[in-house]
Structures are given as C-alpha cells and as structure tokens.
C-alpha cells in the first residue's frame, strides 16, 4: 500500500469533457471490407457520403453514430455543394466551414459540437485518403479545437470555517443532533474524494489504530483504475467524530449506508444553512475546494495529482484550472 498522503493544512480540510467522436466512431484510414464500387478523386461529395454511409452500415456502427456523422457532413455538403468533385476539396474549403455555419446560416453551436464537426471532416476525409480515393488528405492539417470546460468555482476560507461551524453546531443540536453532517464535510474538505469513492467506503477502509494519525484508504477492484488507488492521511480531529458517528448510525459495512443522493442532500442542507448561495455545496465543489487549499499551501504537485487520483494525462487540464483558481 503506498504513503499516505497527508493533508495541507491542519484545520479539517475535479467539466464536460470535449465532445468526440462516439466510440464505434470509424478510424481514419480504416478502408476494411470495401464492398461499394471504388471512388475515384473525380467522384462527386455526395456519393462519397453515400458510400461512407454504407461503409458504416456494414462495419455494424449504432445508429446514433451513423446519425451523428450524417447530419455534420449534411450541413457540409450543403456548404461545399453535393456535386463537388472530391479533388477540388482543399483545406481551405474545410476551413471556412465551421465560420459559414455560424455566420451565413445564423447557427450558433458550443464548443463541443465545434469539436465534434471537426472530428467528423477528419475522419470522413481521412476515410476516404486511407481507401485511395485522394491522394492528399485536406482535412489533416485543421487543427482540433478541444471544447474548453469552464473553470469550476471553489468555496471562500471564510465560508469553510462557517460549513464547519454550522456542522459542529448540528452535533450538538438539542431536538434533532446529528454528527453525520461534520464528519462528511470534514472527510471531503480533507480529502477531495470523488462521489462515488465516498459512498462505496467500507468501514476497514478508515485506520484509526493510530488516533493521531488516522488514514482512509480510497480503493479500485479494476487493474485498469490501479493509479487511483490511494491511501490519504487525516487530520487527528475527526476520530472522535467518527467515534460518535458510528455510535449514532451504527453501520455494519460501508461508511455511509445510505445512497450518493442522499450524502448530496447532506451538503445542500449544510450549504443553505450557512447562507452560502454563489456555489451549490456538493462533492465536486469540495473536491476541488481541497485540491486548490493544499496546492496553496505547497502541496507538490505530484503528491496532489496523486491525493486527486489522477493519471498524468487527466492532471494536465486539472492542474492548470487549479493554477488560475489558486491566483498563480
């Protein structure tokens, strides 16, 4: 099991990814199981869309695939014209496409499905070069505008210490205590856990055999999820929490024995009622409210993408939002 990773700070303490291709999306360049008669570079565009579609069908692609790339090259045949001749398609054509849709038909599109039409006008055009059809491929050298998320938005200090606050508070509350409240802001804010990674923690996965020094262990039963296994250090005070959390609720095996949903209810509720009202208090707020709080706080950035359970590919975007939200 690795070192656990500890947290930044002493006080108790992750967007719509681009639109691609869906993934029984042909391959640029798959010219395998050519039945249809054979193009030429002298072919009109709409019959190389009709072959394409043919192709599709036979290599068995869901229907939502098909009906996806029909209707991006629909509109780009539209702009080219059905009877172009395939040879006088340049990249330069390709280029002006995206812009007439948005400015000669009045059509306005996010950057996803900007991203998506790319791919579209990449596959079929490489499609059609890797089968012979033409010679140079206009629709390589466009470049692949990958959709922006925006940044998420991450809760102040002030209103942390009024979470916990308010959660202490409930502990203690004469008509209806519950500690359920301050132990899972605690564990979120300390550990920036996913949802479901909270909600499927088992018991054993809390080592309080050291109470100065507890630990959570976030694990995966799949090979391919083995870099998000994780073992996380805690801050001291929240094992008396656990303590009373576990004489309240009594759970036999998981955690929290009751659905995500309802953990989100938690935090809602927890949110209302510290007035917080510019951000939705939930997992993803939290998660990363403690990514940005330990980078500050001069967490190395390896040790952080680790703690977020992220491979080196996924921690690129991560780590550059958290460098602006962070104000470096």
């Not at 996010?110 to 140079?136: E, P, Y």
């Not at 303590?243 to 998981?254: A, T």
């Not at 953990?263 to 510290?274: F, H, M, Q």
Request: hydrophobic share 35%; charged share 25%; net charge neutral.
């Amino acid at each position: 099991m690795p070192d656990p990773i500890s947290p930044a700070t002493e006080e108790p303490t992750t967007p719509a990814a681009p639109e691609e291709a869906p993934a029984d999306a042909p391959v640029a360049g798959d010219g395998v199981g050519e039945l249809t008669p054979p193009l030429r570079a002298s072919s009109a565009l709409g019959e190389a869309v009709a072959a394409f579609h043919e192709y599709m069908v036979r290599k068995g692609f869901s229907s939502n695939t098909i009906k996806a790339f029909e209707n991006d090259l629909k509109f780009l045949t539209d702009y080219l014209g059905r009877d172009t001749k395939l040879y006088h398609v340049s990249t330069e054509d390709l280029d002006g496409f995206l812009p007439w849709m948005s400015e000669s038909r009045g059509l306005e599109f996010s950057g996803k499905t900007q991203a998506r039409r790319i791919t579209t006008m990449k596959v079929f055009f490489g499609w059609l070069h890797g089968i012979g059809t033409i010679g140079t491929d206009p629709a390589e050298p466009i470049v692949h505008v990958r959709a922006q998320t925006p940044l998420p938005i991450i809760i102040r200090d002030a209103d942390i210490t009024r979470l916990l606050r308010t959660a202490q508070d409930g502990i203690w509350d004469r008509q209806k205590p519950d500690v359920r409240p301050y132990l899972l802001i605690s564990l979120l804010l300390q550990t920036g856990i996913k949802k479901a990674e909270c909600a499927r923690l088992h018991l054993s996965d809390l080592d309080v055999s050291r109470p100065q020094s507890p630990t959570l262990a976030v694990r995966y039963a799949e090979d391919r999820h083995a870099h998000k296994n994780r073992t996380l250090t805690l801050n001291a005070a929240i094992v008396p929490a656990l303590q009373q959390y576990r004489e309240q609720y009594k759970p036999k095996e998981f955690l929290f024995e009751c659905t995500p949903r309802n953990l989100e209810y938690v935090l809602e509720e927890l949110g209302e009622k510290s007035g917080i009202r510019y951000v939705q208090v939930g997992f993803e707020a939290l998660r990363w409210t403690c990514a940005v709080r330990d980078y500050r706080n001069n967490m190395p950035e390896d040790v952080l993408r680790q703690k977020m359970g992220l491979s080196k590919i996924s921690w690129r975007e991560t780590r550059e939002k958290i460098f602006i939200l962070a104000g470096r």
